[in-house]
């Protein structure tokens, strides 16, 4: 049975197709390993660490703790700061003035229930 000049040409536009849907996760993936390039990944806490802690509900719990420990202070910019509970761990991301840097990550870490803080704060430029 002869193959038909259309099947041979819609065949190769979904080879086309799928190289090219290749290639685009072959780009995103590169681009995810640089941009993790460097940070530290997370191996979970020390044995005992996170009693009481770790569950959705108890992230969701310290997320709402540390947020009102932390914007008590009507100076820090609310807007500007991300933050993000799992496990105990708190995450800090956003762009702050120079000297908020440290400053916001040891005010996080004191808070009680934070097993450890990641700071991924910056400095805002121009500042």
Known sequence: MPVS???ISALAALAALAALAAAAVALLLRRRAR???GRLEWEGPGEGATEGVGGTGDDAR??????????RDPALPKGDIVLDAVGGVVTLRG???PELVEDV??????VEGVVRVENLLHAAAGE
């Open 62 to 71: 310290l997320l709402a703790r540390v947020e009102t420990e932390l914007f």
């Open 5 to 7: 000049r259309r099947l």
């Open 35 to 37: 941009a993790d390039r």
């Open 95 to 97: 762009q702050v003035a």
């Open 105 to 110: 990550a040891v005010r996080v870490g004191a």
